[in-house]
């Protein structure tokens, strides 16, 4: 339970200053301002909650780590609740501060930092481009935190190489998709704006899951072996 609560905290504090940044002030700072949200809100929690349950906060993430052996099954289900509770939990947050502006706020129009692609991303990217971009940058994301949490007693540095790799993919992606590469982050504002984003949800599971299989299958065949070459007497 520690755990769960843990994974919704942090996945709520993600969402909450990720999604939030983009709704809210996404006209001000831009979008390299919507990553640093999102890359320095992920770095926060990994320190927070790391100790507690590993700061997973996406079940991508939860999938690779699955797959990798590092987490049981029941415990990797119940991982992927708990972030997408956190994540409509954020979500909801959002749109009730954001209606508070003069003349209200419309998820279905505004958007609510959802993801899309068509004529709901924001440089008009198709369907491919969009499945493309999220299982690559998905697999970017997953491929470091599976390879820096290889290193015990680097946690500091690795929050920060994993904060900076959700800033870099954030920086490729809002152009394209607005950035999922998470399915729970893309879960929570769906919910709310409804229509089209719900449509549309189905690639911002699918393509990040791939991303992640792919990152834990080159994990099991390079990482492990080369750390375990590099400690081994020669």
């Known amino acids: 339970m520690k755990r769960c609560i843990a994974e919704l905290v942090g996945t709520f504090v993600l969402v909450f200053a990720g999604c939030g940044s983009a709704a809210i002030a996404g006209d001000v700072i831009g979008n390299s301002g919507i990553a640093l949200a ?125 904060g900076a790799a959700l800033v870099g993919v954030h920086l490729i992606g809002i152009p394209v998709t607005n950035t999922s590469v998470n399915p729970a982050r893309s879960i929570g504002p769906a919910l709310f704006v409804g229509g089209w984003a719900l449509e549309q949800l189905w690639l911002f599971v699918l393509a990040p899951l791939l991303g992640s299989v792919c990152a834990a299958l080159l994990h099991q065949l390079i990482g492990r072996r080369e750390i375990s070459s590099a400690r081994s007497p020669s």
């Open 38 to 162: 999102f890359g320095l809100s992920l770095l926060t929690m990994v320190q927070a909650v790391g100790p507690i349950s590993g700061a997973h906060l996406n079940p991508a993430v939860t999938a690779a780590v699955l797959i990798v052996g590092k987490i049981r099954p029941m415990y990797a289900l119940a991982y992927v609740v708990a972030q997408i509770l956190g994540s409509i939990l954020a979500a909801a947050a959002i749109l009730f501060i954001a209606s508070g502006v003069a003349g209200g706020y419309d998820p279905a129009t505004q958007g609510l930092a959802a993801n899309g692609y068509g004529s709901h991303s924001p440089g008009g990217y198709d369907v491919i481009a969009a499945m493309s971009s999220e299982a690559v940058l998905t697999f970017i994301l997953v491929f470091t935190v599976l390879a820096v949490t290889e290193h015990p007693g680097r946690e500091n540095i690795g929050s920060i190489t994993v």
